[in-house]
């Protein structure tokens, strides 16, 4: 480590040879290559703006945390800088890949215990670190968990990681929903109160049974799925047949770390001290003489994989058309390249819902029958996200049971969530506004593009230089969505309206990425933020909003949903509601799942009751006014002796005509009090004017008898 610190990289494309590849993420290349000058061979992360949706602060993020750690269990970064449209990021190389990658090529079963325990200690090491340099990772996965050709194990990949101690904007940040679905923690999907590291610990849970089953619970499943699943079923844990080789402290580990209640989980310090590795994890060395021995070059490795992907590609081109193998084959490629096309997510939701149907068919025939999907068998209890039930007895992916789900999500999926979901979609895909400034035209898009490649040198600058020990106490605001024609790969989804391309060329792949995306149809991707729409539209109509409000950052390869930048429109709500409710009404539903939909009706109603009192007032008064006009103008009639008396509906107007006739009252007895005070006042006036005249005339009488006695 001190020796990687000393060492000056240069800050200079030049100064690198590259090699081949050795990885692949959804927004970056990465090569082995040979740092000239130094003669060392390096990892060069060379992120290309114009492959995805880049979004600067998260470039930016992933830069200066990589730059300022230092920690042997977490990858950092030498130096960054711009090259050409490029971003290049200069790390140490990890000649053994990714985990990931490691189990892909050679391990499709999984890894032993051993070698897990150690993995996942070290990564513990690198969370304990993080965490207390208040960073929450927020993407922890295998493939992210990096060996080096020591058996070395480092945590890379901050491009998605948050600062607790930020403040403003990126604070806010952490009521964002950020992560790979099958990693992701249910607080972060549901995005009620904010996350913070315990996130972290759900993933690593997760990541204990991608190392121990060889892939992530769920991973075969689209995203939408697996957020359902996540919040709906019970945790997936060691619980099944083939987990009966691991021991009771590895099950207990997961069990732990897979709780849905955030503050009933671990911290990662804690974590650290569980039994599972003092029992059961070795050395370095270890790891190097298990996994890397015998392993073939990184490069190589790599290319085969990517290799074995296209041919998965073409062969399951049929079954790719239909989507529903999309998760699959991402998972494939190892990235977290999920797509959030609206059309997609349609075809998946009917999907599903023909699955479910079709479920429910099967269910009829055999009511007993068990669906272990993917060894996690999703029990169709009722959820309660703070149910534990790690031991549930497996039945069936308990679909029918959705409308079931907690929270705001039981609003935004009462009655049939599919269709609910359905439903919502068109009432999104109809709300796009033509005004938007979100919707660009590709000559605001190229120059906002070559603004942001300014920025993104000028980070790149930022960073040379911090590398080089200057302090530049600047910070830099830069365009939170590029979207670039052409050649465009989608990979989260885009959780803001934004422009997008049609679902036909949206798919991560080469093969898609290959064929450029020259079509000019453009949609709203509001697959991902739908949900969130429904859950913060709602929210915010039922007074609850928290601070979502905020900027976008379009996240590369996450699933991510930033601070909403979308105007609330209360029709959309009450279209929405409206569809809801009338999905309700065409099938089955649970009645007290439709209880707080006709809550907020209720309240809406409310609230409109209110409005029309106060317009009817309004309308009472000036006609009333109207009528009373010329009644001043004759004096005498009726109405001008009676002006309170317009004809009235509500009880508040008689109280306040009562009140009127009570002080014309007063006002009349006061006016006949001052009456009479002024008629003893002037009694008392004569009274004075009286005493003054006759003290006058017994003056002169006694100046008269005075000069009397004097003469
Ligand atoms: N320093 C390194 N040495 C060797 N291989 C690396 C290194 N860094 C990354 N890789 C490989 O490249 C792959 C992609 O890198 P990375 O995950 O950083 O890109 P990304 O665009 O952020 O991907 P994702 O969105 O999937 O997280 C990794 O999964 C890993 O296999």
New binding site residues.
């Given amino acids: 480590m001190e020796h990687e610190v000393q060492k000056r990289f240069p800050a200079n494309p030049k100064e690198y040879k590259l090699y081949e590849e050795?990885?692949?993420?959804?927004?970056?290349t990465?090569y082995r290559a040979l740092c000239v000058p130094l003669n060392e061979i390096v990892?060069i992360?060379v992120l290309d703006l114009e492959k995805c949706n880049n979004d600067l602060d998260g470039i930016r993020r992933e830069v200066q945390t990589m730059s300022l750690i230092d920690h042997p269990n977490v990858?950092r970064a030498y130096c960054s800088f711009p090259a050409d449209r490029n971003l290049w990021i200069v790390?140490?190389?990890?000649a053994g890949?990714?985990c990931?990658?490691i189990i892909k090529s050679d391990f499709p079963e999984g890894f032993e215990e051993p070698i897990i325990a150690t993995l996942l200690r070290e990564v513990l090491k690198a969370l304990v670190y993080l965490h207390g340099h208040g960073h929450i990772h927020r993407?922890v996965k295998a493939?992210?968990i990096?060996v080096d050709a020591n058996g070395a194990v480092k945590l890379?990949?901050f491009?998605v990681s948050a600062c607790m101690f930020d403040t403003g904007d990126r604070q806010r940040s952490r009521n964002t929903f950020v992560g790979t679905p099958c990693w992701m923690a249910p607080e972060v999907m549901q995005q009620l109160h904010g996350y913070d590291f315990k996130a972290d610990i759900w993933s690593f849970g997760i990541t204990a049974l991608e190392l121990a089953h060889g892939h992530a619970p769920f991973s075969k499943y689209p995203p939408m799925k697996v957020l359902l699943m996540t919040l709906q079923n019970a945790p997936p844990g060691l619980d099944y047949e083939r987990d009966k080789r691991f021991s009771k402290s590895f099950r207990e580990l997961v069990a732990a770390c897979l709780v849905k209640d955030p503050k009933k989980r671990p911290s990662s310090e804690k974590l650290l001290k569980h039994p599972f590795f003092f029992k059961h994890a070795r050395s370095n060395e270890y790891l190097k003489k298990t996994i890397l021995d015998g392993l073939a070059p990184?490069g190589d490795r790599f290319r085969a994989l990517k290799g074995r992907e296209s041919s998965f590609l073409l062969q399951n081109q049929a079954i790719n058309e239909d989507k529903e193998h999309l998760s699959q084959r991402e998972y494939i490629r190892?990235?977290?390249g999920w797509n959030f096309n609206l059309e997609d997510l349609k075809t998946q939701a009917a999907l599903l819902d023909e699955i479910h149907t079709k479920d429910l068919d099967k269910k009829q025939k055999s009511k007993d029958s068990t669906d272990d999907y993917d060894g996690y068998i999703c029990t169709g209890q009722t959820l309660s996200s703070t149910t534990e039930n790690h031991g549930a007895t497996p039945k069936e992916d308990g679909l029918e049971d959705l409308q079931d789900l907690e929270g705001p999500f039981s609003s935004a999926f009462s009655g049939r969530p599919l269709q609910a979901l359905k439903a919502c979609f068109d009432v999104c895909e109809d709300d796009i506004d033509a005004t938007s400034p979100n919707l660009k035209d590709p000559l605001h898009l190229s120059s906002e593009l070559i603004s942001q490649k300014q920025q993104l040198s000028q980070v790149g600058d930022l960073e040379t230089r911090k590398v080089n020990g200057e302090n530049l106490g600047k910070s830099y605001s830069v365009p939170k969505n590029i979207n670039v024609l052409g050649r465009q790969k989608f990979s989260s989804g885009s959780l803001v309206p934004e422009l997008v391309h049609s679902s036909s060329n949206n798919i991560a792949g080469d093969v898609e990425r290959g064929d450029s995306n020259q079509k000019q149809h453009h949609e709203r991707n509001y697959s991902g933020p739908l949900l969130y729409r429904q859950i913060r539209d709602f929210a915010a109509a039922s007074g609850q909003e928290e601070s979502l409000e905020g900027r976008l950052i379009q996240r590369?390869?996450r699933f991510k949903v930033t601070s909403a930048d979308v105007n609330a429109k209360v029709a959309s709500v009450t279209n929405s509601i409206s569809n809801q409710v009338g999905v309700a009404a065409n099938y089955p539903v649970n009645t007290a799942s439709l209880l707080p939909t006709l809550h907020f009706l209720l309240q809406q109603n409310a609230l409109q009751r209110e409005q029309l009192v106060k317009l009817i007032k309004c309308v009472e008064q000036s006609s009333s006014r109207q009528s009373e006009t010329p009644s001043v103008d004759a004096g005498t009639s009726e109405a001008s002796q009676q002006p309170f008396q317009a004809p009235t509906t509500t009880s508040r107007e008689r109280e306040l005509q009562t009140l009127l006739s009570q002080l014309q009252q007063s006002v009349g007895s006061l006016a006949e009090d001052v009456q009479k005070l002024k008629v003893k006042n002037s009694q008392l006036e004569r009274q004075i004017g009286a005493f003054a005249v006759k003290g006058g005339k017994f003056q002169s009488e006694n100046e008269a008898q005075r000069s009397k006695v004097e003469g």
């Avoid at 050795?22 to 970056?28: D, K, L, Q, R, W």
């Avoid at 790390?91 to 990890?94: A, L, T, V």
Wanted: glycine letters at 22%.
């Fill in positions: 050795v990885g692949e993420g959804v927004s970056a990465v990892a992360k990858l790390m140490p190389y990890m890949g990714s990931l990658h993407d493939g992210n990096l890379a990949d491009g990184l190892g990235i977290s590369k390869g």
